[in-house]
């Protein structure tokens, strides 16, 4: 291998970089960048949305009226009234997660029975339950407006339970 030998190797490479180099700026030069300047669509967005502030200004007036047009539709109110495909709501606030007694649960959801339900947790369910509890029989799409949730959630306030009958089971299996 004498030295011209590899000058010459070493000058087909310089020749081989330079037009790859040509050729990919030649490339951008004839196809444009693609990719729009905003995205097409979006998902909604699952990041919490702090609730406490449309809480001051819930309207318990529109809670209600959306309460008995959406959720009615699945739930009822009032003890006494089970039977139908979602659970009884009443004194929901500040209960544990799926721990009506005597309604048959999704796993889902059941796996979330440690942690109580408050406005924010609340709130983030109704925003988009199958997303919030993947798994969950709710098939409701949710409230995307966070001011109905938190309206909503004002009316769910107003249905207090005769605490004994609602007390969660503490871990013993019924
Ligand atoms: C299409 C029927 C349907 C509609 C509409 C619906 N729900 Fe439900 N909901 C369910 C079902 C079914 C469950 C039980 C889910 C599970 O076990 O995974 C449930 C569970 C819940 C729970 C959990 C209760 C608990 O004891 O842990 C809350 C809270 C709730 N719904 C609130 C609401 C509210 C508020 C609305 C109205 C904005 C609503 N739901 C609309 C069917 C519905």
Do not use: K
Request: aromatic share 6%; with cysteine; proline share 7%.
């Amino acid at each position: 291998m004498d030295g011209r030998f590899l000058n010459r190797v070493a000058v087909s490479a310089l020749i081989s970089v330079v037009a790859l180099g040509g050729a990919l700026v030649t490339a951008h030069a004839i196809v444009p960048d693609t990719a729009p300047a905003a995205p097409v669509f979006r998902l909604p967005d699952l990041r919490a949305v702090p609730v406490a502030p449309y809480m001051v200004r819930a309207s318990l007036a529109h809670g209600t009226m959306l309460a008995g047009r959406i959720c009615a539709q699945c739930h009822s109110f009032a003890l006494g009234s089970e039977g139908n495909a979602g659970p009884v709501l009443a004194g929901v606030v500040g209960r544990n997660i799926a721990t009506f007694p005597g309604y048959a649960y999704s796993a889902a959801l059941r796996q979330h029975a440690a942690q109580i339900w408050d406005d924010q947790r609340l709130s983030d369910w109704l925003m988009a339950p199958a997303r919030y509890v993947v798994g969950t029989r709710m098939s409701f799409a949710g409230l995307s407006d966070p001011q109905d949730r938190a309206d909503v959630i004002s009316y769910l306030h107003t249905l207090h339970t005769p605490a004994p009958t609602l007390t969660p089971a503490t871990g013993e299996s019924r």
